[in-house]
């Protein structure tokens, strides 16, 4: 079945350091990679996606980078700052089904 | 708040009780979810509604019956739970589960805790 495969399962930084979260999907029909944030006893918030037909994507210290041949794709934050503790989630979905399959998740924890 | 709410935020109910979980979007929408959140588990969807028609559902116990009145509001009865169900459930809308733009908007989500 469609699975999404998250690493490492918690990461930990000093503030300033850069972070990546690296994702694998089993569906080569993906083509929606969404990163969502979750603050703890908050609710999940989209910080960035990219669409199949985009290689990398970028918005300020967040970046994604998709590999559509070996159905990868990672998340990136630059300059850490402890605001940007959270558990972060990526997910793959079809643009046609709605569904999103979502990693394990990561737990990032910025040092200051 | 604005945007998908959610109530009750926190239900502490026994394995023989029958309770609902509201969702209620204001964003116009014509999609609307429910997730599973556990412990050290990735969001699990249970269903997913279109235009108040179910056209997923994943497998989930029959114990939890979704219904979809309009666009704007999603229930969760739930009904002879057992322990393991207890978790936080989530409820996204999205614009619609077909259209270009998937971003799905989360609500503050229900704590449930089955004694």
């Known amino acids: 079945g469609e699975n999404v495969e998250q690493h490492p399962s918690t990461l930990s930084v000093q503030e300033g350091d850069s972070a990546v979260i690296k994702c694998t999907y089993s569906?080569?029909?993906?083509?929606?990679f969404p990163w969502y944030k979750q603050e703890l006893g908050k609710r999940p918030q989209l910080i960035i996606d990219i669409r199949s037909n985009v290689g990398e994507k970028k918005d300020q210290r967040i970046a994604v980078t998709l590999n559509k041949t070996a159905k990868h794709f990672s998340l990136h934050i630059t300059e850490t700052q402890p605001e940007d503790s959270a558990v972060y989630f990526c997910?793959?979905?079809?643009?046609?089904?709605?569904?999103?399959?979502f990693g394990q998740g990561t737990t990032l924890q910025v040092k200051p | 708040e604005t945007g998908v709410t959610q109530t009750p935020r926190h239900l502490v109910m026994g394995m023989t009780n029958k309770k609902s979980l509201k969702c209620e979007q204001h964003l116009g929408h014509n999609a609307m979810y429910w997730y599973k959140q556990s412990a050290k588990k990735p969001l699990e969807l249970m269903f997913v509604y279109n235009f108040k028609e179910q056209t997923e559902n994943n497998s989930v116990p029959s114990r939890f019956s979704p219904e979809c009145p309009n666009s704007s509001h999603l229930f969760l009865h739930l009904h002879t739970l057992q322990p393991e169900d207890s978790a936080l459930y989530l409820c996204?809308?999205?614009?619609?589960?077909?259209?270009?733009?998937?971003?799905?908007?989360f609500g503050p989500g229900t704590r449930l805790t089955v004694l």
């Open positions: 569906d080569s029909a993906s083509n929606y």
């Open positions: 997910a793959a979905s079809k643009s046609n089904t709605g569904k999103l399959i």
């Open positions: 996204a809308s999205s614009q619609d589960r077909t259209s270009g733009s998937n971003e799905q908007f």
